[in-house]
């Protein structure tokens, strides 16, 4: 018995970050026959449930890269990680001390609020208006973004140039220590725009599945990931057998059992179909 967890962008979902039709059919039928699957994302789960809605899954869904554990139906958390405001706060004060503004997502007594005080590149623009068109129920504009972190904060996110934010992220690391969990990654719509982004030490994605196996009685299982950035290593080195896609940098892949299609070919759903139907038409009754 297996229970499979798949990332989502580069991943499950297509070029244009939509599950396709053969995948979402496919998947469907899988699930209704009884695979065990889930995902985890770096979206927060209002996103993971515009894009998957209608998709049986049983398993709550693991979101904002491991901070959260959520239904995605209602979008209820069942368990929230998040950074005490007064590191966040710290956090933002050196953020600031280079000149750069950040986005940051907090969990409180008035939910998930998402935000944004000013924007200074096209990638930040179309952060903000791509959550506008897909109508986040989180985002919040501010005119005082360090007056926000009053609550306990779940992500940072920098969309700037690599070589400034590098030099950031060694300066974070070294006021933080392992108090923080911290990535760096291509966007993988808007190339040359990475982003950095920061959670609390136990929002990882590893941390989040080995959670979810013990709550829903799945610690005993084999579990199978599949991803293709820099925020699924954690979970490929806690799997027993990690998926890379074709697409995946190359770290991945190093880190994976097997490597399989590009994200735009179905290649998830057809590893699934190969690896999960004929185990299970020959387990025992």
């Given at each position: 018995m297996t229970l499979y967890v798949s990332d989502l962008d580069g991943t499950l979902l297509d070029p244009r970050a939509e599950l396709s039709a053969p995948t979402r059919a496919g998947l469907t039928r899988l699930l209704d026959?009884?695979?065990?699957?889930?995902?985890?994302?770096?979206?927060?789960?209002?996103?993971?449930?515009?894009?998957?809605?209608?998709?049986?899954?049983?398993?709550?869904?693991?979101?904002?890269?491991?901070?959260?554990?959520?239904?995605?139906?209602?979008?209820?958390?069942?368990l929230v990680n998040a950074m005490e405001p007064a590191l966040a706060q710290a956090i933002f004060a050196l953020m600031r001390r280079h000149g750069f503004m950040p986005f940051v997502s907090t969990h409180g007594p008035k939910?998930?609020?998402?935000?944004?005080?000013?924007?200074?590149?096209?990638?930040?623009?179309?952060?903000?208006?791509?959550?506008?068109?897909?109508?986040?129920?989180?985002?919040?504009?501010?005119?005082?973004?360090?007056?926000?972190?009053?609550?306990?904060v779940v992500t940072m996110i920098l969309v700037e140039r690599e070589?400034?934010?590098?030099a950031l992220m060694a300066e974070i690391q070294a006021l933080c220590g392992a108090e923080i969990e911290i990535h760096l990654a291509e966007d993988l719509y808007l190339p040359g725009w990475p982003w950095l982004t920061l959670h609390d030490r136990r929002a990882t994605k590893d941390q989040a599945?080995?959670?979810?196996?013990?709550?829903?009685?799945?610690?005993?299982?084999?579990?199978?990931?599949?991803g293709d950035q820099v925020n699924d290593?954690?979970?490929?080195?806690?799997?027993?057998?990690?998926?890379?896609?074709?697409?995946?940098?190359d770290e991945i892949k190093s880190a994976a059992h097997a490597v399989i299609g590009p994200h735009h070919e179905d290649s998830v759903l057809r590893f699934l179909q190969a690896d999960w139907q004929p185990a299970r038409s020959t387990a025992p009754v």
């Amino acid at each position: 018995m297996t229970l499979y967890v798949s990332d989502l962008d580069g991943t499950l979902l297509d070029p244009r970050a939509e599950l396709s039709a053969p995948t979402r059919a496919g998947l469907t039928r899988l699930l209704d026959e009884g695979l065990t699957f889930t995902v985890a994302s770096a979206r927060h789960v209002s996103s993971i449930a515009r894009i998957l809605g209608g998709l049986p899954l049983r398993l709550p869904v693991i979101s904002s890269n491991g901070a959260y554990i959520s239904d995605m139906g209602s979008c209820r958390h069942e368990l929230v990680n998040a950074m005490e405001p007064a590191l966040a706060q710290a956090i933002f004060a050196l953020m600031r001390r280079h000149g750069f503004m950040p986005f940051v997502s907090t969990h409180g007594p008035k939910g998930d609020q998402l935000f944004w005080q000013s924007v200074h590149n096209e990638a930040q623009q179309a952060f903000v208006d791509q959550r506008l068109r897909n109508g986040d129920p989180r985002l919040r504009h501010t005119a005082d973004l360090g007056a926000e972190l009053r609550d306990p904060v779940v992500t940072m996110i920098l969309v700037e140039r690599e070589g400034p934010m590098r030099a950031l992220m060694a300066e974070i690391q070294a006021l933080c220590g392992a108090e923080i969990e911290i990535h760096l990654a291509e966007d993988l719509y808007l190339p040359g725009w990475p982003w950095l982004t920061l959670h609390d030490r136990r929002a990882t994605k590893d941390q989040a599945i080995r959670t979810l196996a013990q709550r829903y009685g799945l610690a005993e299982r084999e579990i199978v990931v599949f991803g293709d950035q820099v925020n699924d290593i954690g979970m490929f080195r806690a799997a027993h057998r990690g998926i890379a896609m074709g697409n995946a940098i190359d770290e991945i892949k190093s880190a994976a059992h097997a490597v399989i299609g590009p994200h735009h070919e179905d290649s998830v759903l057809r590893f699934l179909q190969a690896d999960w139907q004929p185990a299970r038409s020959t387990a025992p009754v």
